[in-house]
């Protein structure tokens, strides 16, 4: 029954071309890396700031594994709760200026918590079409009425609000900065609609946190808006060059997820060494805006670069610069001449993206430097003009 049914599943996904694979890397998240034994300069990771690479995150890591142990034992409610982690809670809070924060073991787990406790059967979740799949899977986890507003488009999502009064509670949740294309939520209007209509808001900054915005506090820094987002979700597994993730909000908001989201009652928290990288990390980003200029300059001069060579690139800059092809074959084509040239940058296609919206989903680094992004330049260059979509 089992043999059969996985055969049968995994044929039909190789028949459409979508069969997926994971990749083995030979080496670390750095500019330069080993994938399937070939040398490849990195234009994929979500390392924006190479800190899972510098040596005082390292040292950190190692140093909380000798003074708390390579685990945690269990769940926090139970047997699994530590100093480390109520002291990094303390600095989530401090940086993103709110009272407190709850660290989950992943971005996916705090997703899935958070929404599945705030809302229920009788509550309504405005979720933006492009929101992170683990947001996706909370609002079903949850049984809310799900209604999906047009990407970025804040007319459709008043007009939903207008349209839903007769809910006991309405949530209304996005990404701050958005995976595969790196543009920004419009954050400013979402807030002042969810005051208007009374509704909860909360911001996944995933991709924001240690990037955007003054001293790096993300999508929500960037726009000045420090305290008028009730729910502030991120991940330690980005630019904080960790795993992980945390809430940050209310003490009221911490102590109801400490006592209803799932994901936190019945999971363990990140490691101490997870969490001493992540500290580490943390004041990195604090101490060091210059890391974050650089991979500004390195955002600024490959944007431009792409654009010059004729590939179509979105006007906003971001870390996340999607090179749009338009078909999934010719995405597919174009990746894989890409890594024969030395340049490892995945194809992005359906279902992870609209039809007709394939893509090549570049990210720079702080560490890349500009011979390494000439080197990229001229790969897209040769690889284009070989396939022929330049
Ligand atoms: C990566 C990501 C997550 C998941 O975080 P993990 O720590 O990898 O589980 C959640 N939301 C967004 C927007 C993300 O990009």
């Known amino acids: 029954m089992l043999m059969r049914f996985l055969a049968d599943e995994l044929n039909k ?40 690479e510098h040596p005082e995150v390292k040292e950190a890591a190692k140093r909380e594994i000798d003074r708390w142990g390579s685990g945690a034992g269990g769940a926090r409610l139970t047997t699994g709760g530590y100093a480390l982690q109520e002291t990094f809670e303390k600095e989530i809070a401090t940086f993103k200026k709110t009272a407190a924060a709850l660290l989950f073991s992943s971005g996916y787990a705090a997703n899935l918590g958070i929404i599945q406790a705030l809302t229920g059967n009788e509550d309504l979740i405005i979720s933006d079409r492009l929101n992170h799949a683990s947001i996706v899977d909370g609002a079903r986890l949850s049984k809310a009425k799900v209604k999906v507003y047009k990407h970025g488009d804040t007319v459709h999502l008043e007009e939903i609000l207008k349209e839903s009064s007769g809910y006991r509670r309405r949530l209304i949740v996005t990404d701050g900065v958005f995976s595969m294309d790196g543009d920004l939520a419009p954050l400013p209007r979402i807030v002042d609609l969810a005051k208007r209509y009374n509704a909860m808001l909360m911001v996944d900054d995933a991709h924001g946190t240690g990037v955007f915005g003054r001293d790096g506090t993300g999508s929500v820094g960037h726009f000045g808006l420090e305290g008028k987002i009730q729910i502030q979700m991120g991940t330690l597994s980005k630019a904080l060059g960790s795993a992980g993730a945390y809430v940050a909000g209310s003490e009221s908001l911490i102590n109801y997820l400490k006592n209803k989201a799932r994901s936190f009652i019945f ?35 490959l944007r431009c670069g792409l654009d010059r060579l004729g590939y179509k690139v979105p006007a906003h800059e971001s870390p996340i610069i999607p090179v749009f092809i338009g078909d999934a074959g010719k995405t597919m084509v174009l990746a894989k001449e890409l890594q024969n040239e030395g340049v490892f940058a995945p194809g992005i296609r359906p279902p992870t993206v609209p039809r007709g919206m394939s893509r090549i989903r570049v990210t720079v680094m702080a560490t890349h430097t500009s011979a390494d992004l000439d080197c990229a330049l001229l790969a897209f260059k040769r690889a284009g003009k070989k396939i022929g979509v330049l």
């Not at 990288?277 to 604090?286: F, M, N, S």
């Open 13 to 52: 996904l190789q028949g459409q071309n979508l069969l997926r694979k994971t990749r083995c890397f030979d080496g670390p998240q750095s500019p330069y890396t080993t994938i399937e034994g070939k040398r490849c300069l990195l234009l994929s990771s979500n390392n924006y700031l190479g800190l899972t």
């Open 267 to 301: 999971s363990t928290a990140p490691t101490p060494g997870a969490i001493g990288a992540a500290r580490a990390a943390l004041k990195i980003i604090q101490n060091n805006p210059g890391l974050r200029e650089r991979l500004w300059e390195n955002v600024r001069y």
